[in-house]
């Protein structure tokens, strides 16, 4: 019962939701920025970079939830690495950009295999946080006292 409920929850929403749609980048140049683009679906959206055109194989990027319709990112894979770009929305629906390739710079001092890209979860200034203990032992002397000078 509740099911059926749920479902018809769900019929009566999506018309009022259009699918989302990501644009295809052009001009993907290793170690250059390009941006995505994209239209409808409703935020947040998570977009994801997958090897072209193969939608269940693990992503080669993720990035952080989107607000926006578009996103910046230094391509910083390798060039000839074949790519889709994949937007999922909060409904969950994913939309795919066509296939698309990294072309070679005059770069390539950027390649980063990290999956996880920016959203500086602690990449930034952090680390100040604990860890104190020990600095504190002032019980042992300073060692160099205890022998005697002239040891000849
Ligand atoms: C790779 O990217 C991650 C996430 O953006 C960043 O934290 C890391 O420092 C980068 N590594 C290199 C070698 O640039």
Redesign the pocket.
Known sequence: MKFFVTAAALVSLVPAILAATINTPTNVVECEPIQFTWTGGQAPYYLSLIPAGQPSANPLKTFPSQTGTSYSWTV?LQSGTALSAALKDSTGAIAYSDKFSVMAGTSTS?A?T?V???GGSG?SSGGSSGGSSGSSGGSSTSGSGSSPSGSS
């Open positions: 910083d950027c980063n990290t996880s890209e920016g990449s």
